[in-house]
């Protein structure tokens, strides 16, 4: 059983609606999973066990409002999270130039933090994938047995 803080990244609901899926899953899976759509830096870095961020991309590549001073916070206070386990799911549009550069840049964050890739990262592209939510709980199925 992990303790899994589910980080959203979302401006039109749709990463949003997966996360929520997904905490709903997890929890079923047996974790302990809390779903944050305004993540804060406290509820973010205070003995984090598992963080599974979920978000979309916007504007010119880059990461969603409700994201960004969370992102923003973790680059300024550097937290060791050395001993934190991470997933990452990242919608896009590969019809956009900077194709899921927000997940990108989270994944890119929590390398640098030195927290550790539970698997291989989901990239859900709306342009190949009419069936996110399926895909995403698909995803979260074997990724949850890695934990
Ligand atoms: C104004 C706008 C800008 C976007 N910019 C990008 C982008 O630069 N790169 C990308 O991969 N997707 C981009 N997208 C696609 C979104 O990331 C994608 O539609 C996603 O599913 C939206 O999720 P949300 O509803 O949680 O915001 C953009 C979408 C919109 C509407």
Redesign the pocket.
């Known amino acids: 059983m992990a303790e899994i803080r589910v980080v959203?990244?979302?401006?039109?609901?749709?990463?949003?609606?997966?996360a929520d899926d997904c905490t709903e899953q997890l929890n079923q899976l047996g974790h302990r999973a809390t779903l944050l759509n305004e993540p804060s830096y406290q509820q973010v870095a205070e003995n984090p066990d598992v963080i599974l961020i979920c978000?979309?991309?916007?504007?010119?590549?880059?990461i969603?409002a409700n994201l960004q001073p969370l992102y923003d916070q973790l680059r300024q206070h550097q937290p060791d999270f050395s001993g934190v386990r991470f997933g990452l799911i990242a919608?896009?549009?590969?019809?956009?130039?900077?194709?899921?550069?927000?997940g990108k840049q989270m994944n890119e964050l929590m390398h640098d933090l030195g927290a550790r890739p539970v698997g291989q990262a989901l990239f859900?592209?709306?342009c190949e994938t009419p069936d996110?939510d399926e895909v995403a709980a698909e995803w979260i199925e074997r990724w949850s047995e890695k934990l």
Do not use: C, K, R
């Open positions: 959203v990244g979302s401006t039109y609901g749709n990463a949003s609606l997966i978000t979309a991309t916007i504007g010119q590549g880059e969603p919608l896009g549009d590969s019809s956009y130039e900077s194709f899921a550069e927000g859900i592209d709306s996110a």
